[in-house]
């Protein structure tokens, strides 16, 4: 039973277009979000994060959007750049439980220059 | 001056073994764990340590084992290794007074190969 969902294994944009990843979750009792970048032969890297009370944050390049009706969040990258190809998990935990994140199976994202 | 360091990277064992995987930590955070990736790449939690006190324990086989010498360290030891074992196992840890939120500091690794 997969709780959160990134249902796009791969994603290609050009150099200084938009990336749009996106993430679905079923645990309605999730109530923070983050997103992790992947290199190979790396651990994955915190990136980006938002509370259910917001419904955006923004840090430079980087946007996450939650729609928490849909149980849907997105990260957006604008301009994207080469350096961002990488892996990016979607990831949820909700209070109380002792910093459990629960991972999505991650997008394979390829920013062609 | 890795943040969170696992030893060993790379892991190749027969059926059967037992192997351990160690992890270090100098951020001084509190909390330490162990993630396994599996082959659809989904990153799973297996335990969490606080303080050297076991705090998350997810039905994984007691064949694995998790030690805690210090909040510094935190090893996975693994008895009797079956093909399904193999993974890529990575550590973590997170700093005090981050609540519920998750962010977490990963290791970079370690790809283990059970034939």
């Known amino acids: 039973d997969q709780q959160v969902k990134q249902n796009s294994p791969s994603l290609s944009v050009q150099e200084g277009r938009i990336s749009i990843l996106n993430c679905d979750y079923t645990n309605s009792m999730f109530d923070y979000f983050l997103w992790y970048k992947k290199y190979p032969a790396e651990g994955p890297t915190f990136l980006i994060s938002i509370s259910s009370i917001k419904d955006k944050n923004e840090d430079g390049r980087f946007t996450v959007f939650l729609n928490k009706s849909a149980k849907h969040l997105s990260l957006h990258i604008v301009p994207s750049q080469p350096g961002d190809s990488a892996v990016y998990f979607c990831a949820a935990s909700e209070t109380g439980s002792a910093r459990q994140l629960t991972f999505g199976s991650g997008t394979q994202l390829t920013v062609l220059p | 001056d890795t943040a969170v360091s696992q030893t060993p990277k790379y892991l190749v064992t027969q059926m059967g073994n037992d192997k351990s995987i160690k992890c270090e930590q100098n951020?001084?955070?509190?909390?330490m764990y162990w993630y396994k990736q599996d082959s659809k790449k989904f990153l799973k939690i297996m335990f969490s340590y606080n303080n050297k006190e076991l705090i998350i324990n997810e039905t994984v086989p007691n064949r694995f084992s998790p030690k805690s010498p210090d909040k510094a360290h935190l090893n996975l030891h693994i008895n009797s290794l079956e093909l399904g074992d193999s993974a890529v196992y990575f550590c973590?840890?997170?700093?005090?007074?981050?609540?519920?939120?998750?962010?977490?500091?990963f290791g970079e690794g370690s790809r283990l190969t059970v034939l």
């Open positions: 951020l001084g955070h509190d909390t």
């Open positions: 973590a840890s997170s700093p005090p007074g981050r609540g519920h939120t998750g962010e977490l500091f």
